[in-house]
């Protein structure tokens, strides 16, 4: 009976000592919008619990406090609006960050937008802002690819995911198959052919 009840003072000691982590969460405005040069993908960002600090605490260098979006392909970074245009870095990074769990897991050959507080204030819990990125490609992505939002936990390491994200399709470039390139190919013979007994 004392064993029972101590583990059950244990387990609500436990349960209520929680670890310290900021979540910084990504998600598209709306659909992408055709522009001039490609497809705009605005996203809002949102912090929910903890804070980000400007110095990172114990023996960690500043920045490092950052959102990951996986596989996002070949882009260009528009502008920021909100605390993100002031106090974050951006980047595009092609490498496979396979320290944080996704799935499917992060391809290394497909750039990855990184956004890293640089900022010299502490920040609270609130809407960062919105970013916007242009990319080639117009589809959205239906293979579940997770935005590897990263977050501060109490020991100052940053790890995992937070959700689910929609990017672009990057597979959704258009390939001609070899049918079409044998039926293109024809229609230049035969073209070529009306055009030389004209010419005749």
């Known amino acids: ?20 982590r900021a979540d910084i969460v990504t998600a598209l405005t709306a659909a992408p919008v055709q522009v001039a040069g490609g497809f705009s993908y605005t ?5 929910t619990g903890g804070e980000l600090d ?5 023996s960690k260098p500043t920045p490092y406090q950052f959102g990951t979006v996986y596989d996002f392909g ?10 993100l245009a002031s106090s974050f870095a951006f980047s ?29 204030v502490v920040v609270p819990a609130q809407d ?9 490609y117009g589809l959205l992505n239906t293979g579940g690819y997770y935005d590897g939002q990263s977050y501060k936990v ?13 990017i672009p399709d990057t597979s959704s470039a258009v390939t001609p198959e070899p049918s079409s ?15 030389r007994r004209r010419l005749a």
């Open 181 to 195: 390139l044998v039926l293109l190919g024809t229609g230049i013979l035969g073209v070529a052919g009306v055009l």
């Open 154 to 166: 109490s020991n100052d390491s940053v790890q995992g995911n937070v959700g689910l994200l929609s």
């Open 43 to 47: 996203y809002d960002v949102e912090l």
């Open 74 to 83: 070949p882009a260009t970074f528009v502008g920021a609006t909100g605390l």
């Open 92 to 120: 595009f990074l092609s490498t496979n960050t396979s320290a944080y769990l996704t799935a499917p897991p992060d391809d290394g050959t497909i750039a990855n937008i990184r956004f890293t507080y640089d900022g010299t």
């Open 1 to 20: 009976m004392r064993r029972t009840l101590g583990l059950a003072i244990c387990a609500v000691f436990v349960s209520t000592v929680s670890v310290a």
């Open 128 to 136: 960062l802002g919105q970013f916007t990125v242009l990319s080639p």
């Open 54 to 58: 400007a110095t990172g605490g114990g």
